[in-house]
Nanobody, 115 residues
Framework: QVQLVESGGGLVQPGGSLRLSCAPS????????MGWYRQAPGKQRDSVAA???????NYRDSVKGRFTISRDNAKNTVYLQMNSLKPDDTAVYYC?????????WGQGTQVTVSS
């Protein structure tokens, strides 16, 4: 089983920035879509952003213009640059990577935006 390892979460003031990173624990030759979900307390886990192997991106409406997803295919690493953070962005963020029908998940990283 492949484990995705996340880093970059933490505590930040409103308006601040964080950059999340996610990479597999061992080498993988190729991955298809990669992206991020988040789950806030008492809420369902929702998709935040996704990026295809070709670089096409999608974002949920609430983060458009503030978050940027990118990937380094040579490293099979996906990033989430989060700017202008708001308290509503507080959640555990989970990265994922899809290889055909198979989906790998990260362990989750806490993002807390204080007010």
């Amino acid at each position: 089983q492949v484990q995705l390892v996340e880093s970059g979460g933490g505590l930040v003031q409103p308006g601040g920035s964080l950059r999340l990173s996610c990479a597999p624990s061992r080498s993988i030759f190729s991955l298809d879509a990669m992206g991020w979900y988040r789950q806030a307390p008492g809420k369902q886990r929702d998709s935040v952003a996704a990026i295809t192997s070709g670089g096409s991106t999608n974002y949920r409406d609430s983060v458009k213009g503030r978050f940027t997803i990118s990937r380094d295919n040579a490293k099979n690493t996906v990033y989430l640059q989060m700017n202008s953070l708001k308290p509503d962005d507080t959640a555990v963020y989970y990265c994922y990577a899809a290889d055909g029908p198979r989906v790998y998940w990260g362990q989750g990283t806490q993002v807390t935006v204080s007010s």
